[in-house]
């Protein structure tokens, strides 16, 4: 990086947590630092809950996803319009009415203390790791990518996320945010364009897509009902929309975003707005994905885009046969561009088998790669991720922006992390607060006392999530690792709010038994691969339903028996 890179990129940061720090200072009560004085408008909100969401995992790990799998990842948001129409006509009425702090308050007014405490447990456990994921996910690859050291970074994200959440909690969350998204979209939209003016002259954006049809990569809607495809249109409308009816309906760092609202109004007209955005956005991050990918066919990539990996391999005494693959590779590269300049040429289909022929063996070949660099790590007893989607992007970036803008882009990336472990560790301190604290350990204090309290659960959440993120490890693929936490908990707690809402005669007993038998069950089918993880969430909240309603059937009968 040049110097006028690591001037864009620490002036961004620093203005962002100092302008967040400063505008929103001072918080006079428990209902300023939670709810933000309920001063946010519809536009704050939807950017808001949009920021939240969309991790610096999603623009490191989407573009990566669509550069190896296609587009077809964009399934798995279709359920999320649906999931907002459902919120804003049952859940922030509720909410407004009951004027609760929290999502699982309201689960205490229908049922009881436990359930409501249990429920917020498996929030903050679930939402606690994720943190420290959202944290690691930058920090493990830029300290990869950059030679920074891993720690050093984590530390770094974590303590400017702390000191704005810490000082003026949701409203300062909501205000950065802003600026947040802004950097974003600014830096992801320079960076598509780039892509597309670095394609050669005779390839415009028609033919590009061309090139990635013919290479499989533009194949978004998969209407087969085979349990085996991760995403499908059934997966995405069906598990999608539970997953997200429980994301934005009851996992507080969300909740909380929308519960800042002037009126139920601009709460409503807020998720709105992230449902009507959710999907093209990501449709788009996902075609910049695409973009690298046809930027790739035509300007040789290496045979694994993780340079940690890279160097254990060379360094190792399998070499000799990693660079027997690169030429293997320079091979393939040569062959699939005559191959995709006969068939812009020509538009004869009979190319399009053939280019997918060659990307076969360009997949094999960075296979093979993947198992040399495993057993190079496994002699040299050291972990090092072998799967590279995570890398692709920043690899381009650094490789290919011109100076300057490479400073915006890592500042994409950063913001990304810090607005989304800002909203989890202001809605973790808020839970931890409310749902536990004041409610089952000191009750009866002041403002001012819970204020604090607060406050001090924010720092103690963000160490946590620094601590998480110094022991983490890389998964498959990031952006799957997130929702798969989620999805391990997130359908329990969705069917515990639907007994809630539309199953009167379910009382707490029966619901919190059924909460613990789900939730273990949930588990060990995940260990064991039962089922894709988006459908986990329909499971289980088909299971706590299910079983809650035949506990009290049964407790019901045994009461009449009883009673003769």
Known sequence: MESLDWIVLLGTLLTIVGYGSWKTRGSKNVHDFIQGGNEAKWWTIGLSVMATQASAITFLSTPGQAFNDGMGFVQFYFGVPIAMIIICMVFIPLYHRLKVYTAYEFLENRFDLKTRSLTAMLFLIQRGLAAGITIYAPAIILSAVLGWNLNIL??????????????GGTKAVSMTQKHQMAVIFTGMFIAFFLIISYLPENITFTKALDIAGASGKMDILDFSFNLENRYTVWSG?????????????????????????????????????????????????LLVGVMVFVFYEFNESPINFNPAAEKTILNSDYAQDY?????????????????????????DENYVKDIALANKADKENRDAAKVLIQKAASDKVISVETNDKDYVFIHFIL????????????????????????????????TTTMDLYKRSIVKNKDENHYLNATKWFTLAWGILAIIIASIAYLAD????????????????????????????????????????????????????????????????????????SLIQIMKKSNEKITSK
């Open 399 to 430: 490789n290919n922006l011109p100076r300057g803008l490479i400073g915006l882009l890592l500042a994409v990336i950063l913001s990304a992390a810090m607005s989304s472990t800002a909203s989890e560790l202001n809605a973790l301190a808020s």
């Open 154 to 167: 984590n530390i770094i994200i974590g303590v400017l996320v702390i000191i704005y959440t810490v000082s």
């Open 323 to 347: 660079k027997a693959l690169e030429n293997e590779q320079n091979i393939i590269f040569n062959n699939k561009q005559e191959l995709i300049n006969s068939y812009i040429e020509t538009k």
């Open 477 to 548: 693929n990031l952006i799957q690792l997130v929702n798969i936490i989620g999805s391990i908990f997130y359908g329990n707690v969705l069917g515990i709010f639907l007994l809630a809402f539309f199953f009167k005669f379910v009382k707490a007993n029966a619901v919190f038994i059924a909460a613990l038998i789900t939730q273990a069950i949930i588990i060990v089918g995940w260990w064991y691969d039962w089922m894709p993880y988006l459908w986990l969430n329909l499971f289980g909240c088909f299971l706590v339903i299910s079983f809650a």
């Open 237 to 285: 409308l069906i598990g999608g929309t539970f997953l997200a009816l429980s994301y934005f309906g009851t996992d507080q760092s969300q909740v909380q975003r929308y519960l800042s609202g002037k009126s139920v109004k601009e709460m409503q007209m807020g998720l709105i707005f992230n449902g009507l955005l959710k999907v093209p956005m990501q449709f788009f991050i």
